[in-house]
């Protein structure tokens, strides 16, 4: 293949994928798109720039105008989560934690977190960024009725690990964490709270699942992309008042773990702020209603949709389980569930062990509510669900009927400029 067309191979491939979304229901829990004026921003002369240090205190000439975005985030985040403290420069959730871990921990300390096994984040776990900053891991019991930290167990054992930071938030991430009784025993063993609110940031912001920063969580960390609707980046967000504090943490994102930090993007999350500040609140009580709907629609076909007694979930996602522990049935699902238009991931359970052969799926409400799905489409996609993996329906059937489902709902909406949410495949 000659190098042009190996270029031309990669933007066919570009095309390929949008309109495979564009005709498909895109239902993993982390994804979402982008607004018109959001995608401007991150189309602009901004990709190319670089700016190292904070507002009026930079390494390189030519910042003023980004000086200005940067300044008017800051205000927005800090307003958005009603905080003391933003740093909008990170490039993504992993990343975010690396900076604030960086800050609040040294090599060799103890860090308290829940397990990937029980949803926690790769970035939580040796793997990743708290093997990479060197810390001691101990992880929480886990009640897996209520899917969330055994409060009495993992109170206890904050107490006797005495943790340097305790961290809290999960992958899977059905109910809002019992922080107050968690975070008063780290902080009687003088541990820093820290809160990895990646999933449920928009929840948060828009008023929706639980207020960390009020319940005990001295430092916020979390994603731009996936419940709050911006482009791919990060937050650190913090209620102290301490300065010292501040300083460490602007300096664990930069010079911690980013030298450029994506100026388009930060303009694009900057963007992002300032829609979800006039339309976040509404947005996030859709998604949390459609996913309940979900959850309810499933259970209604036949689906094992977990924790029905909680209510099935009150954030984004719904979690079903489709054979035995460590079957590989999650996986197979997924891929049916592909094959017939709806974009799903597998993910492990309780009590499965192999990442790669899970018995469950987790499902997400963030990118079908932003294109205008309400609660009774919810039922409509359920019943695509059960064709798919109930009925055995031929998939290429049930794919035309999905992409057809699909044509009412293309326009992105909860922003100034309401508009195709997967432009530029003609
Ligand atoms: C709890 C949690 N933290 C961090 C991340 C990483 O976020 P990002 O993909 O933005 O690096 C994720 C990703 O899904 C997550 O679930």
Known sequence: MSNRQAADSVMDAVIASGIHYRDSLPMIASENILSPMVRRACNSDLHGRYAEGLPGKRYYQGCDDFDTIEEIGIASAKRVFDCDFANIQSTSGTNSNMGALKALAKPGDRITAVSTADGGHISHARMGAVGLRGLDLVTYPWDVERMEPDVDAAASLIRDTEPSVALFGQSVFLFP??????????????????????????????????????????????????????????????????????????????????????????????????EFEEFGNQYASDIVSNAKALGSALSSEGFDVLAEERGFTSSHQVVTRHGEIDSGAGREAAATLESAGIVTNMNMLPGDTKALAPSGLRLGTPELTRVGMGPDDMQDVARFFARALIENEDTNSVKADVAEFKGNFQDVQYCFEPGPAYPGLD
């Open 177 to 274: 964490t019992p922080m107050e009784e968690l975070a008063d025993a780290a902080h009687e063993v003088g541990a820093t709270v820290m809160y990895d609110g990646a999933h449920v940031l928009g929840l948060i912001g828009g008023g929706q699942f639980q207020d960390p920063l009020r319940e005990g969580a001295d430092v916020m960390t979390g994603s731009s992309h996936k419940t709050f609707p911006g482009p791919q980046g990060g937050f650190v967000l913090s209620d102290s008042t301490d300065e010292k504090l501040h300083r460490r943490l602007n300096s664990g994102i930069f010079p911690g773990v980013c030298s450029s930090y994506h100026l388009h993007h930060v303009a694009g999350k900057v963007v992002a702020l300032s």
